[in-house]
Structures are given as C-alpha cells and as structure tokens.
C-alpha cells in the first residue's frame, strides 16, 4: 500500500465504521448508552509508541505522562445507529458535566451534541444537552446491542 492508497482510505474514514469520527466542523447527535472503559496510557519515547498502563500501574518517571481515554457506547441519532465514541479526559469532563448537570437517570434518554473545531493539539470539543429522544427512537436505540468495548492492543 503506498501513500495515495494511504490518503484514499483517510479520505472515506469515519463514515461507516464502528467507531464514531468527528472530523474539524462535525458535530453528532448522540445518546449515551451503558458504562464506559478507561484506558490509562504513556508514551515510551524507547519504543516510539504509546503503553497501557494495568490498573493500579504507574507511569515510569521518565516518560512524557499519563494520558486517559474513555471508549463508550453512543446512539447515533442522525444513523439510528450505535457506534463506539472514543474520549480524551477533558472532552470527557464535559460530557460528565452535562450527566451531573441533568441527572443520570434522565442523562441515558438526553440527545447530546457533541461538535469538533480545530486539528491536533488545538481541538476543541462542545457538549451541549438538547432534549430528551424520542419514544419510537428510544425503543430503537433500546433495540439495538451495545457493542463490547475492548481494550486497545497492549
């Protein structure tokens, strides 16, 4: 595979893979489902590539920190369909936030916005609660399987 094989697959990522993709100026309609799982990683500057961390695991003193993703089960409303949302710590603070705002019990029924600006270390995330769903998509969504979250390759 060389480099224009490599930018024709960029080119049709994020549109109907399991994962949800939110590209600069993108923005979903989500509901969230079930519990999320954590990941605590750090970049090993020896092997050129992040390490997870196991629970309870520190990271080495000479490494560049700890980094925390979260990967949780979305509704996608806009697709009827439900995808696995990967979230940095502070985009996941936001989401919290909304939860703690809300309620928990109403939170898992509230269509979330989720929209991306920027690229890099210049994203920028905003996490906006519009309403609760539906009842057809609710009983849609509650139709649907919630995907098994897996840990990342260690």
């Known amino acids: 595979m060389g480099w224009q094989d490599s930018r024709d697959a960029n080119d049709g990522a994020g549109g109907g893979g399991l994962f949800l993709k939110l590209n600069s100026g993108d923005k979903a309609t989500v509901v969230f489902r079930g519990e ?56 996941f603070d936001l989401v919290d936030s909304v939860m703690q705002e809300i309620g928990e019990d109403a939170f898992f029924a509230q269509k979330i916005v989720i929209k991306r600006d ?22 849609d969504m509650r139709s649907q399987p919630l995907h098994e979250l897996l840990p990342s390759a260690r």
């Open 118 to 139: 920027g690229t890099g270390l210049k994203t920028r995330y905003k996490v906006i609660a519009v309403g609760p769903l539906d009842a057809d998509a609710f009983e």
């Open 36 to 91: 999320p799982l954590t990941e605590r990683s750090y970049w090993d500057n020896s092997k050129g590539h992040s390490v997870l961390l196991e629970p309870g695991e520190e990271a080495p003193k000479d490494s560049e920190g700890e980094k925390i993703t979260h990967k949780l089960n979305v509704y996608v409303v806009e697709d009827n369909d439900t995808k696995i949302m990967q979230l940095n710590a502070p985009t």
